[in-house]
């Protein structure tokens, strides 16, 4: 009991260490996504496509719909709220189920229609990035809809780790420049660190779950 007790407080520190850290970027990237509702002139944007609506709409969409998940996907975790509040937690669980998979849709697009800046490698981390974002968020809304909460809790936590991972893309990039002033970096987006970048910020994570997941039945 006193266990379970630490442990939902530990939890709820570190998503809240989880949210109000990474706040500062969803802040951004919902702004960056608002543009294009509150500018008269995104000709300066390098997201901005002249004449391509959907594309558009898909990209700047995107950026705020990824903020919004970044502050709600961790409630979804919360100690105490899923069991409080079941209707709470189903309804926002579809929506971020959805939500995702439309952020990783959209980003998608984007790749396929544009390209990113890095060229076909950042091409090829995004792209797998994106196509985990559909898969994890598509087996999460489907477990739960088969009543298996505990295969759904492990494809709902490989989520939360993907929907941080366009903030530890940004966080890596911030402490590599600091430490070292941009080593290996280009503007391109093809020195040696950038490349490694394109899987860094998701796959190292996702193994470390999928090692900690693994621990677990032992455990119990
Ligand atoms: C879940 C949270 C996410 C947030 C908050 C987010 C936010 C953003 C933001 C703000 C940008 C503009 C970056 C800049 O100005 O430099 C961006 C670009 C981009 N995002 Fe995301 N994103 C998320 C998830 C994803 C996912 C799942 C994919 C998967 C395909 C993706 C693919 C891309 C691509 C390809 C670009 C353009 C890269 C470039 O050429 O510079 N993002 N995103």
């Known amino acids: 009991m006193q266990t379970a007790r630490y442990r939902h407080i530990f939890i ?15 802040i951004w990237a919902m702004h960056s996504g608002a543009l294009v509702l509150v500018s008269p002139d995104l000709s300066d944007n390098r997201f901005y496509t002249p ?10 969409a995107h950026m705020s719909l990824g903020a919004l998940l970044m502050v709600f996907v961790p409630l979804q975790f919360w100690p105490g709220l899923r069991t409080r509040f079941t209707t709470y937690h189903r309804w926002s669980g579809r929506l971020l189920c959805v939500g995702s998979a439309a952020v990783g849709l959209a980003g998608l697009a984007y790749i396929f229609v544009r390209g990113t800046i890095g060229g076909l490698w950042m091409d090829l981390g995004f792209g797998v990035y994106g196509v985990l974002v559909c898969l994890c968020a598509g087996q999460a809304i489907r477990y739960a809809r088969r009543r298996d909460f505990a295969v759904h809790r ?10 941080f991972g ?8 911030g402490i590599w420049y600091f ?3 941009g080593l290996a970096s280009t503007p391109d987006f093809d020195g040696t660190f950038d490349l490694v970048q394109n899987f860094a910020f998701y796959l190292p994570y996702l193994l470390l779950l999928e090692l900690w997941l693994r621990r677990e039945p032992r455990r119990a």
């Open 12 to 26: 709820r520190i570190g998503l809240a260490f989880l949210i109000l850290h990474s706040l500062p970027f969803a």
């Open 51 to 60: 004449g391509g609506t959907v594309t558009n709409i898909a990209i700047f």
């Open 154 to 163: 492990r494809w709902a936590l490989r989520v939360l780790v993907l929907t």
């Open 166 to 173: 366009s903030w530890l893309y940004r966080l890596h990039y």
């Open 179 to 181: 430490f070292t002033d």
